[in-house]
């Protein structure tokens, strides 16, 4: 079942606006604990980072700082839409998203590193302590919440607005307010958050996830940014690209 928005007599023609056009996707928003763990049959935001003993450490090549992990994403405890996404020799999986988060590049070609480990060598993982002056809290992800993600920065949203005869100051007010209350930023699937001079998925990819500062992911990217992680599905798995701009 979707989650609903509380919303006031005054937010409910707004929201209908959004139903009314299908301007909404289903999206997944994290139900965390704000704690530790070194489970590798977890998904995660922060904290420890897993890497096989062989393995060298998740150190930045352009500033020698060691990364964090942006998403751990446990592959057999997501929702199956996002399942989907992956080939399906990686269904029993672990895939560890790392990230500098002091060069904080955003759509270049080494971003957003990741590794994939297989369901056999899962049991030998071992774990890093993230960084001293580490960016990202450890937030531990035990559900996947479906809510319905709103498209409230496209061009056809905006062209709709405009044909609807609504105040688009008040409606983007709306969106802004809807977004922090409703279901987080940081989710994922559904509908990118995109901002200016940012408007288009890259070629071929799909949205994996979306990062911004809430109650369950800690870093800010600028001073009121938004991330976006996209990824080539199933049978072209294997390319990442990670971008964010502030609003």
């Not at 139903?19 to 604990?33: A, H, I, K």
């Not at 672990?94 to 988060?101: A, E, H, M, N, R």
């Not at 049991?123 to 960084?131: E, G, I």
């Amino acid at each position: 079942m979707l989650k609903e928005p509380a919303l006031s007599q005054e937010e409910r023609p707004f929201w209908n606006f959004f139903l009314q056009n299908n301007l909404w996707q289903t999206g997944y928003e994290p139900v965390c604990n704000l704690c530790e763990s070194t489970s590798p049959k977890v998904s995660k935001f922060g904290g420890y980072i897993p890497h096989l003993p062989q393995e060298p450490p998740h150190v930045c090549s352009e500033c020698d700082k060691k990364k964090e992990v942006l998403l751990q994403l446990y592959i057999p405890d997501a929702p199956q839409p996002v399942k989907e996404l992956f080939p399906d020799q990686l269904q029993k999986s672990l895939i560890v998203f790392t990230y500098c988060t002091e060069c904080m590049s955003s759509n270049e070609e080494n971003s957003i590193s990741y590794n994939v480990y297989s369901e056999e060598e899962i049991p030998s993982l071992v774990f890093d302590q993230p960084p001293e002056d580490y960016k990202i809290n450890s937030s531990v992800i035990t559900n996947w919440a479906p809510f319905r993600s709103i498209d409230g920065s496209t061009s056809k949203f905006y062209d709709l607005v405009n044909e609807a005869g609504l105040d688009d100051v008040q409606m983007e007010e709306f969106v802004r307010e809807l977004k922090n209350k409703y279901a987080g930023t940081t989710y994922l699937r559904g509908n990118a958050d995109f901002t200016e001079g940012e408007y288009d998925a890259p070629e071929g990819m799909v949205l994996l996830a979306s990062f911004e500062q809430d109650k369950n992911f800690s870093m800010m990217w600028g001073d009121a940014g938004v991330a976006h992680l996209w990824m080539k599905p199933r049978e072209a798995f294997g390319e990442f690209n990670l971008t964010w701009l502030c609003g």
